[in-house]
């Protein structure tokens, strides 16, 4: 890959906490990407009849992330959310993007965590975090490589976060600006399969119609706090 390319995401914003090569080596590592929801996706907001939603820019995002780790290594990036919350439009995501795994109601998040470790038999080093808040650090203090979502309204947080070494990037997107479709883009930056993602996707190839006729195969497992596999 050309290392040249992260620095157009620091150029707007991204911050990265170590060397980009060690970031590049990490991004080599990854197996499995798990998202929070709320504040990652969208701005977190809540209320009576008012869901939490997403988009179609990082829909597209994580679809091209996952078959550019497909023409890399022949396998499908595992893809997830944990969430401490329940709501129509995660599941909604979660079954038309065809992801791995869905973790809702987890007050103890790393309890989903552990869930999906045990069940694709991978390593915490070979896992990486999308998250935004102080609810999800026991994750993150645990996975491989981990992603804080931006927010300039909690600077004593993120100082508690660079401090404690729990992110390897901040974004430099909210999460209701499209942060998931910055960290799949630089994903894809760092794994040097960008532009050969995009034009297999634009050709719709023989490449990318195998990989999304298997993607689309993909029933996504739920874990629940009440389950123990």
């Not at 290392?3 to 990854?30: C, E, H, Y």
């Not at 929801?37 to 988009?55: H, L, M, Q, Y």
């Amino acid at each position: 890959m050309d290392i040249s390319d992260l620095k157009l995401f620091t150029d707007r914003g991204g911050v990265f906490t170590l060397p980009p090569s060690d970031f590049i080596n990490k991004a080599q590592q990854i197996k499995c990407l798990i998202f929070d929801w709320d504040g990652v996706f969208n701005a977190g907001v809540k209320g009576d009849g008012v869901f939490s939603n997403f988009s179609e820019v990082d829909s597209m995002g994580l679809n091209i992330l996952r078959f550019g780790c497909k023409m890399l290594s022949n396998q499908i990036l595992i893809a997830g959310i944990i969430s401490g919350e329940k709501n129509p439009s995660t599941e909604k995501f979660v079954n038309r993007e065809h992801l791995n795994f869905k973790c809702l109601g987890f007050k103890n998040k790393t309890e989903g965590l552990k869930r999906v470790l045990n069940r694709y038999g991978i390593s915490p080093a070979q896992t990486a975090f999308v998250f935004d808040d102080i609810l999800d650090l026991s994750v993150a203090k645990e996975c491989g490589l981990r992603f804080k979502i931006s927010r300039n309204a909690s600077p004593m947080f993120d100082k508690y976060v660079e401090n404690n070494h729990l992110a390897d990037y901040i974004t430099a997107n909210i999460g209701s600006e499209f942060a998931v479709r910055e960290i799949c883009e630089l994903m894809l930056a760092a794994l040097g399969v960008y532009n050969r993602a995009v034009d297999s996707r634009i050709a719709f190839d023989q490449t990318y119609a195998t990989y999304i006729a298997e993607r689309n195969s993909i029933e996504p497992v739920t874990f629940s706090p009440e389950t123990t596999y």
